[in-house]
């Protein structure tokens, strides 16, 4: 997970409390599954847009768009582990 915060640091993002909407600011909500033995593997982003909702890219699949980041949440993609933000 360090690598990812990192790289999206790169972009001007920084860690941030929470995914509520903020206007002035665009989030990021990073998704990780808990392996045994590994620790958290980063394994999907969502980007939040000007509207407070949310996308994703799923895989070779359009974009979609969703309320919350719990609506894709468990199953392939984990849990949201961090939520980053940087000034638009």
Known sequence: MG???AAYGTLGYVECADGSFEPGFEKVAL???NVPGIGW???HAARQL???CWTSKLGEFEDIEHFGVDAI???S???VVCYLRRAV
Request: aromatic fraction near 16%.
């Open 41 to 43: 593997e980063p394994t």
């Open 50 to 52: 000007s509207d407070g």
């Open 77 to 79: 993609y984990g849990t």
């Open 31 to 33: 998704y990780a599954r």
């Open 3 to 5: 690598a990812f915060i």
């Open 73 to 75: 949440a468990d199953g």
